[in-house]
Nanobody, 126 residues
């Protein structure tokens, strides 16, 4: 499975961005897709995850109510709509995927995802 993430950029505080991640290499597409983010000197942080078909979704507390993860199953694509952006949302965002139907308690762990995209930079300026 190959993942291609895009949509990052520079946005002002309070603004919005939409990230997308397209999966290829398997006809049926990944069963669970997620977004993580990382800033220099820090470990990769879980942001959101969603199982194919929307049967399970999880958000980090820091983004709950501001970010929305969604799937376009026909295109094997996952989106992350980010609203009310804050300076602390500045990071490189990575999409991740697995062919497993992860349970919610497993979705936060980066080790559950064998496939990773290349990352896209989001910068929120104050």
């Amino acid at each position: 499975v190959q993942l291609q993430a895009f949509g990052g950029g520079l946005v002002q505080v309070g603004g919005s961005l939409r990230l997308s991640c397209a999966a290829s290499g398997r006809p049926s597409g990944p069963s669970t897709m997620a977004w993580f983010r990382q800033t220099p000197g820090k470990e990769r942080e879980f942001v959101a995850a969603r199982r194919r078909g929307g049967t399970a979704t999880l958000y980090a507390d820091s983004v709950k109510g501001r970010f929305t993860i969604s799937n376009d199953n026909a295109k094997n694509t996952v989106h992350l709509q980010m609203n009310s952006l804050k300076p602390e949302d500045t990071a490189v965002y990575y999409c991740a995927a697995t062919e497993s139907n992860l349970i919610v308690s497993s979705m936060r762990s980066s080790t559950r995802y064998p496939y990773w995209g290349q990352g896209t930079l989001v910068t929120v300026s104050s």
